[in-house]
């Protein structure tokens, strides 16, 4: 059997014009389709969904995949957000969504700033346990609370509140233009840094990567970004309570996310978040083995293909989607080395 | 008075909090893994000493005569197959499937065992008595007395043992014990088997002093990191001054403040000394 060879001798970066003009496109038929109520809510309801999750899952690709800070506490700022929205549109303050949204955001950087006095000074496993404990701590504050019904939580109370057809693109713009920045900020000058902190982060140091602004970056913009699609997913749900808000639960998801679709790439957690809202949604059939399935996946995933699905594929076909790279090029002894 | 009964209480609930965390300052400074399932395995622990207790009809503290050993297997085997492997793909991969692990233990347990909770019933759960006008709890003594054997035999069993030798010799410098003979994977496996078998010791005195259910795993995780952390990574002497001050925060701060109060303690120590207490 004649087998054909494939010899690696260039990798192709597939977001030249063609790709990008594909993006956009996609995006503006589901903003129409939006609008017009050509998607049935079922639909919606999916897609507000996958949208909420790309953005989460891609902010702690960002962090983790990039710059190293393996987040355990991201729902820190998740619950921070919802909280900041139940309280700000209660009819004690009457906050409008857009207003309440920001607001949440806003406490987010403020806190992730003053998170990043203390977690910063920590590495690897300390950094990761520290996130952790705040979260928890930040849930402790909130189950003490009498002003935010304790254990029990809050009921949202938005006026008029907002349809699940307002909630879709606005979960869907705040995805596009997380992806957009994602995807620009790699190209940059920081993008370069932070890839090279990826790859080796005393490397990246030795050769003039301010690691410490990088990272602070990376850091506030996955707090605003996490905390917005938190604040939406709450608005969504239509209450909140602190387990719910500060839960472990949001760290499983996200880090499913990002290790099935690849670490490290930023088309990964798009692929992951679909398949994990689409499992997630098939798993409810099997109540009590939703988690026992996703932890085999992830850990088979890691033991098997470490960089995930978008990552192995890239590496098997030499292909890159949205890459950080900005040119197709030639590759000068890879081939050999295998 | 009040301020003595405050200082016994906390100190008698210092040993139990140590021995939560003791396991996950085996792993975390031998073995250098954060084990997200630390929790979990502490709740497996307690289901094990529940199931033996009631089907052999026997004081809860003999049942470790069967627990400590199967889950000392199990954690060996863990290491071993799985983890092990996971550790050579670097520390990231490695933390994640420890909680990958974690979630699955947690719908585990919730499928046997379902979401009920369950406790392990002592006959001297209740009793307490008097010296010098103090009240003592008598289980809170039996705990106190478990966990301080637990500790010395753990500490006697590194300082001592061919294996301790080797064990502590790894956490030194892995590359140079391997160089002069000693078979890390095998170390690394048998480190996780005795801090499994250390949380099949907490899950037995969690489960007499409180009640338990499978997702309670998470609080005994934050308590083990809180503990581990303020006294240093792989100090065991630290695990113990850390357990008592988190007893002592336990005790003060009461239930609705006493965990707020050690998560703060945490990030202060955090800032002021990153390597806790008595660590390197």
Partial sequence: ?338 | MYFIQTLVNGLLLGGYYALIGIGMTMILGIVKLTNLAHGEFVIIGAYMAAVVTSALGIDPILSLVITVPLMFLIGFVLQYVLIGNAMKKGPEPALLVTFGLSIIIMDALRLIFTVNEQSISTPYSTKTFTVLGINISVLNLVLFAISIVSILLLTMFLSRSYVGRAIRATADDAEAAALSGVNIKKVYAIAMGVSMASAAVAGLCIGMKSTFNPTSGGAYLSTAFVVVVIGGMGSIPGTLIAGIVFGLAQVIGGASYGQLISYVMLLLVLVIRPRGILGK
């Fill in chain 1, 1 to 338: 059997m004649l087998k054909r060879k494939f010899t690696p001798s260039h990798v192709k970066v597939l977001d030249s014009p063609p790709m990008l003009i594909l993006c956009i496109v996609l995006a503006v038929g589901l903003y129409i389709g939006c609008f017009a109520g050509l998607i049935s809510n079922k639909a919606m309801r999916y897609l507000v969904q996958i949208f909420l999750y790309i953005t989460m899952g891609e902010m702690w690709n960002l962090l983790s995949g990039y710059a190293g800070m393996t987040s355990l506490g991201q729902q820190l700022y998740i619950g921070l957000a919802g909280y900041s929205v139940a309280m700000a549109t209660s009819p004690l303050f009457g906050l409008p969504l857009f207003g309440a949204l920001l607001l949440g955001a806003g406490i987010s950087v403020v806190v992730s700033l003053f998170m990043s006095l203390i977690l910063f000074r920590l590495e690897g496993m300390y950094f990761s346990i520290a996130t952790l404990v705040a979260a928890e701590a930040f849930c402790m504050l909130f189950f003490a609370w009498k002003f935010v019904g304790q254990g029990a939580g809050m009921t949202i109370r938005i006026n008029p509140y907002p349809t699940l057809q307002e909630i879709c693109i606005l979960s869907m713009t705040i995805c596009v233009v997380a992806l957009a920045l994602v995807y620009g900020l790699l190209r940059t000058r920081v993008g370069l840094g932070l890839t090279a902190m990826r790859d080796d982060i005393t490397s990246a140091a030795s050769v003039g990567v301010n690691i410490f602004s990088h990272k602070l970056l990376v850091y506030v913009i996955a707090a605003f970004f996490t905390a917005l699609a938190g604040g939406i997913f709450f608005v969504n749900k239509g209450m909140i309570y602190p387990d719910s808000g500060f839960g472990i639960s949001w760290t499983i998801s996200m880090v499913f996310i990002a290790i099935i679709g690849g670490t490290g790439t930023v088309s990964g957690p798009i692929i992951g978040a679909i398949i994990y809202v689409f499992l997630n949604e098939k798993l409810a059939d099997y109540p009590g083995w939703s988690n026992i399935i996703l932890g085999t996946i992830t850990i088979l995933v890691i033991l098997f293909l470490p960089n995930g699905i978008m990552g192995t594929l890239q590496k098997k076909l030499h292909f890159e989607i949205f890459s950080s790279k900005r040119f197709s090029f030639k590759l000068k002894k890879a081939a050999k080395e295998k």
